[in-house]
């Protein structure tokens, strides 16, 4: 089973604050997702990264996917109390068939 | 737009009993799979199916079955609940492979407690 362990599993922070989160494991993947989940909803994607090497911009939200394809990292700028919520990063699988999630990093934005 | 549709959104069993969530998409996505979430656990994979008529066993599948008659249903059953079965499930659907341009759409997910 490849497993997928997400740093830190808590964070709490001021609202202007910037924050890593980190998603790490001894596997190689095929691809790595990060969704967001909100309290009552599913997860919803973020984004996918495929290329090793590979770094995403989405607005203050900066995704890398490590050079061997077996870590990624969430950079958030100016974190918002609107980025409150539960962050998970997911592992594909080469037969295209599975995802192996993370244990999430819930993050709470202070005003 | 439905997207993915579970239901019930709240269910309480007694042990021993029971019961099938259900799962409908209205996307027509070949893949969809049934997670279980618990603090501190992430999302972990019961079954999964990539096609109707087609399933297979993910991580954590003892004590669940699944069938996929229909593209668009994928229902979960319990055979015999267990209090360790008490958990947030989360059905998903994707379109494509998971490892190229596929991404899972999720249900808004059953609060199952077994006493």
């Known amino acids: 089973t490849q497993l997928l362990e997400q740093s830190p599993q808590f964070l709490s922070i001021q609202e202007g604050e910037n924050l890593t989160v980190y998603c790490n494991s001894s596997?190689?993947?095929?691809?790595l997702q990060w969704y967001r989940q909100e309290p009552g909803e599913g997860p919803v994607l973020l984004v996918t990264?495929?290329?090793?090497?590979e770094v995403k911009k989405l607005k203050r939200l900066t995704f890398q996917f490590g050079d061997a394809r077996k870590d990624s990292s969430l950079h958030i700028t100016a974190a918002q109390p609107g980025d409150t919520g539960l962050y998970l990063c997911?592992?594909?699988?080469?037969?295209?068939?599975?995802?192996?999630f993370g244990e999430g990093t819930q993050l709470t934005v202070n005003p | 737009n439905a997207g993915v549709t579970q239901t019930p959104k709240f269910q309480v069993l007694k042990t021993g009993q029971s019961m099938t969530l259900q799962c409908a998409q209205d996307?027509?996505?070949?893949?969809m799979s049934w997670y279980r979430q618990d603090p501190g656990m992430g999302l972990r994979l019961i079954h999964y199916?990539?096609?109707?008529?087609?399933?297979d066993q993910g991580e954590v599948p003892n004590g669940y079955n699944v069938s996929r008659s229909t593209t668009e249903d994928f229902p979960l059953r319990l055979l015999s609940a267990a209090p360790s079965q008490t958990s947030v499930y989360f059905c998903?659907?994707?379109?494509?492979?998971?490892?190229?341009?596929?991404?899972?759409?999720f249900g808004s997910g059953t609060q199952l407690s077994v006493l």
């Open positions: 596997s190689v993947f095929s691809s």
């Open positions: 990264v495929v290329t090793g090497g």
């Open positions: 997911a592992g594909a699988q080469t037969s295209g068939s599975r995802l192996t």
């Open positions: 199916s990539v096609g109707a008529g087609i399933t």
């Open positions: 998903a659907s994707s379109r494509a492979r998971l490892d190229r341009a596929g991404k899972l759409f």
């Open positions: 996307m027509n996505h070949e893949y």
